[in-house]
C-alpha cells in the first residue's frame, strides 16, 4: 500500500469517527492540554505585564511556536512509537489524535442542545445551553437572537473547527504521508486555541497574544476562502455568495470569519451581525448579508447540511488527489 493511500484512510477514518461519535463530555482531549499549557505559561509570566511591548510580544511568540511545534513533534512521537510497536497501534493513534482535531459532530451537537429547549418554548433553558458555546452574554436574549447565535458560530466554526483542520489534514495526506495527517492537524489545532484564548485586542492579551492571533489568521486564510468557494458550490447561490461576500465580508475586523459567515448568510438568504454583549460591553457586529427570510430553526439545520456537504466533498476531492500522486509515484 502506498503512504498516500495510509494517509487517506487515516483522514477519512478520523472524519467517520468525528461524525459517529464526536468528542465524549469529560473524555481526555488534546486542546484541553494545550489550554493548561497557554493559560500556565501566560500565568507564570503575567502575560508579560510591565515588560515593554516588544517583550509581551516576544514572550507570547515563544509561547505560540513552542506550543504549535510542540503539538506537531508530540503528535508525530507519539505515531511514531506506536508503529514500533504494531502498525495498526500507530495507525490507531493517527485517527483518533486527528477525529480530536474535527469538531464536526461537536458544531452539530452544540447547536441542537441550543435548538431542542427553544423548540419546546424552554428560553431559559436555550440560554443556558448557549452561554457553553459563545462569548456573548446570553441571559436577555430572545429566540430571534438566539438562533442567530447559533448560526453565527456555526458558519464562523465550519472554518475553523471543520474546514481548517480538514485542509491541513488533506495537505499532509498528499505532501508528506509518511507522517500521517495528525501532526499538521494538532499543529493548527494548537494555533487555533492559542487564538481563542489569548488573541484578544483588550489587555492583557493586546500584544502578549498578538503573535497568536496573526499566525492564526495567516493559516486559516486559504482554507477560509476555500470554504466559501464550496459554500457556494453546494447552495447554487454563485452569484449571490460572491456579491455579498466582496460587499460584506471586508467590513468584519476579521480577515476570516467575516467571509465564512458573509458566506452562509448569502447561501441560506439571510442577514448575520448587529448587538452583541461581551463582558458588560457592548459590541456592534456590521450586517452581513441581507434577510430575505428570517432565521429558523429550518434554516439553522440547513446549515449544519451545508457544512456536511463541504465535508465530504473535501475527503471525496483529497482521496482522488491521493489516488493520482499514488499512481505517479507508484510509476
Known sequence: MSCQFIAYTILVGAALLDFGLGDPWGWPHPVRWMGAY????SNTFNYGQGWPFWGQRLGGAVLALS????????????????????????WGIAVVGTASGFAGRSL?????EVLEPLAAGNLEGARQS???????????????????AVLETVSENATDGMMAPLFYGAIATLMMPQLTPLPFVM????????????GYCEPPYTHWGWFAAKTEDVLTWLPCRLLVFLVALCSGQWQRVWQWCCRDAPKDPSPNSGWSECAYAAALGIRLGGTNTYRGTVKVKPFLGEPLQPIDQTIVMT??????????????????????????YCR
Open 130 to 148: 448557549l452561554a457553553k458555546y459563545v462569548g456573548r452574554e446570553t441571559a436577555q436574549l430572545e429566540a430571534p437572537e438566539i438562533l442567530r
Open 38 to 41: 497557554i493559560q500556565t505559561l
Open 187 to 198: 499543529a493548527y489545532k494548537a494555533a487555533s486555541t492559542l487564538d481563542s484564548m489569548i
Open 303 to 328: 446549515a449544519l447540511r451545508l457544512s456536511r456537504c463541504i465535508y465530504l466533498i473535501t475527503l471525496i476531492t483529497t482521496g482522488g488527489l491521493a489516488w493520482v500522486m499514488s499512481v505517479i
Open 67 to 90: 506550543l504549535i511545534t510542540g503539538s506537531a513533534l508530540i503528535s508525530w512521537g507519539l505515531v511514531t512509537l506506536g508503529m514500533t510497536i504494531s502498525p495498526l497501534l500507530g
Open 108 to 112: 452539530r451537537d452544540a447547536a441542537t
